[in-house]
């Protein structure tokens, strides 16, 4: 993997902004992405110039702004969360009439107010985690409850259910405005700092008791994490890489590429993968752009997403092993085995302990108020239990993957 600078090694900082100037951010973004090797400024320029052309051919009926939060072309070879592919593909895909502007690394939004700035108009579509996302659009708590999903491979099997249509989709548009387009799925754990390095290895979720660890939006994360007595802490996602550095906390509830993405590698020493909730980087857009599309432009949204959504779970899946080092044993050039960042895989019995500590199948009576509003903001469904049954009908062994690919709304 190249990172950008690796790839504009060479190219001084004013060259640079000459060609962003000339032929746009996007434009230069996505000319990068397509590159494999360390460019010249000759070459960046052609690319971005060919680029360019390709997206403005013609006047576009639609211009979009794209929120990407704290992504960028670099970190979105570490997390693939399909932002740019994406943008690319619905560019195509509609001969130009939607172009789409990305506006990443946090300078238009970040992951706790993208969600609101979409809803007011400022931005069209944006990718951030549902859980982030929940203080401004409390449905997506609906993902949340402890152990629903046992593993990537059911996340996904539910991301392309048209069961997904009735208990999260149609909801996210009636109640928030936002059509949910697309996301990465992997489970949360506890990702432990440098006070834990000199630790053996966590075995159980009971060792981690009384510890301190940030949290995100979610208000059911909160209640999981209470009943192990994890002690949730409120702590924003820019704040939490010198939370852990300085040890102002034990651990950060988040999962193992959003470590990665975000250069927390240096500062954790143990990922200890409980799987208790989701993680999940979506894209969403508003309802009232998608409104404004019309019928055929709304079948290509779709389409490019369907197609994004394959891309996202081959190529995390791929990334999470050769790149995160989210793997047993570990590939010696990964992020995690660069850092020293131990994986505590927390499989049979440790994780049968920990779901029996917080799920609401053998602890009910904390999530009934949670519950009963997202069953009623659903219009009437046990959410809950119909998301645990979608989950439940491939087996339980099935590799992420091998996951086959449906078209959600095409029931």
Sequence with gaps: MKSVSDKLMGISRRDLLRVTGKFGVTSTLLAVAGMTSVVTLPELAAAANSTYKKRFKKPARFKLKFG?????????????????????DLEERTDGEIQVE????????GQLNCVTKTQQGIIDIFAASTQNSAGGAPYLNVLDYAYMFPSRASQYHFLYSPKSMK?????????????FLFSHAELRGIQLGLKWQDKPLVKSVTELAGTKNRVTGTQLGRIAMNLMKLNPTPIAWSET????????????????????????????????????????EHTAMSSKTF??????????????????????????????????????????NTLFAKN????????????????????????????????????????????????????????????????EPRRWWKG
């Design 102 to 109: 990305f506006i990443g690394s946090n300078q238009i939004c």
């Design 241 to 280: 890489l010198d939370g852990l550095k300085q040890g102002l906390i034990d651990g950060a509830e988040t999962w193992a590429a959003a470590v990665a993405y975000a250069n927390m590698s240096p500062v954790v020493s143990q990922c200890v993968n409980l799987e208790f909730f989701c993680g999940t």
């Design 167 to 179: 208990v999260l989709r149609e909801p996210m548009r009636k109640r928030h405005g936002l059509e």
């Design 291 to 332: 409104d404004k599309l019309g019928g055929e432009l709304q079948d290509a949204v779709l389409e490019s997403s369907y197609l994004t959504q394959v891309h996202v779970q081959a190529a995390n899946e791929a990334a999470l092993v050769n790149t995160v080092g989210f793997s047993d044993p570990q590939l010696p």
């Design 340 to 403: 020293n960042v131990r994986v505590a895989w927390m499989k049979g019995k440790a994780r049968r302990e920990a779901e029996e500590m917080c799920s609401p199948e053998f602890h009910p009576k904390p999530w009934e108020k949670w519950r009963e509003r997202i069953n009623t903001w659903s219009g009437g469904l046990d959410t809950y239990k119909y998301i645990y049954d979608v989950a439940r009908e491939i087996p339980v062994d099935t590799l992420p993957e091998n996951v």
């Design 68 to 88: 990407g939060s704290g992504f960028n072309e670099r970190n979105l070879l570490i997390e693939r969360a399909g932002c740019l592919q994406f943008i690319n």
